[in-house]
C-alpha cells in the first residue's frame, strides 16, 4: 500500500480494468442499480479496489435505494479524503482513497436518512472490494 501513492497513471492502467482506470484514476461513475456491491449487505470490510486500503464496514453500510453502496462513515476519517467538486452543474464533495488518492464517489448530508451522521457516502461498487467476516 506504501507505493501505491507512488504510481503512475501508466502503472495504474497495467494494474486495474479499463472499467476500474475509469472509475478509480477518471473519475467515473458507474450505472446505478449495476454495481457488485448495490443491494449486498453480508458482514465485512470494503477495500479499496486499488490499493487495499480498509475504508467502509457493513456496520455503517445501509439501504439508501440509490442504485449505489452507501455508507454513512468510513473506518476511520484518515481512510478518505475530500474535495469540493463543482462538476455536473452543483457543488458536491468527492470522496478519495486517503492512501492512494483513488475516486470513490461523493458524500452526502442532509438528505434525512435514520443514521447516525445523516451522511450518505455514494460509493461506486468497481472501487470497492468486500472481504466477509
Excluded at 486495474?16 to 450505472?31: I, K, M, Y
Excluded at 477495500?47 to 439508501?64: I, N, P, Q, V, Y
Excluded at 461523493?106 to 447516525?116: A, I
Aim: proline fraction near 5%; hydrophobic fraction near 35%.
Amino acid at each position: 500500500m506504501a507505493d501505491a501513492a507512488n504510481r503512475t497513471e501508466q502503472d495504474w492502467q497495467e494494474i486495474l480494468s479499463p472499467e476500474e482506470f475509469a472509475v478509480l484514476r477518471q473519475g467515473g461513475t458507474e450505472r446505478p442499480f449495476t454495481g457488485e456491491y448495490d443491494g449486498v449487505f453480508r458482514e465485512g470490510r470494503y477495500l479499496c479496489r486499488a490499493c487495499g486500503a480498509e475504508l467502509f464496514t457493513s456496520d455503517t453500510k445501509f439501504d439508501a435505494q440509490c442504485g449505489w453502496p452507501a455508507f454513512y462513515a468510513p473506518l476511520a476519517e484518515d481512510r478518505v479524503r475530500y474535495i469540493r467538486d463543482e462538476s455536473m452543474g452543483m457543488v458536491r464533495t468527492e470522496v478519495r482513497c486517503a492512501a492512494c488518492d483513488s475516486h470513490l464517489g461523493h458524500v452526502f448530508y442532509g438528505e434525512g436518512f435514520p443514521t447516525p451522521t445523516d451522511a450518505r457516502y455514494c460509493i461506486n461498487s468497481i472501487c470497492l472490494e468486500l472481504v466477509e467476516d
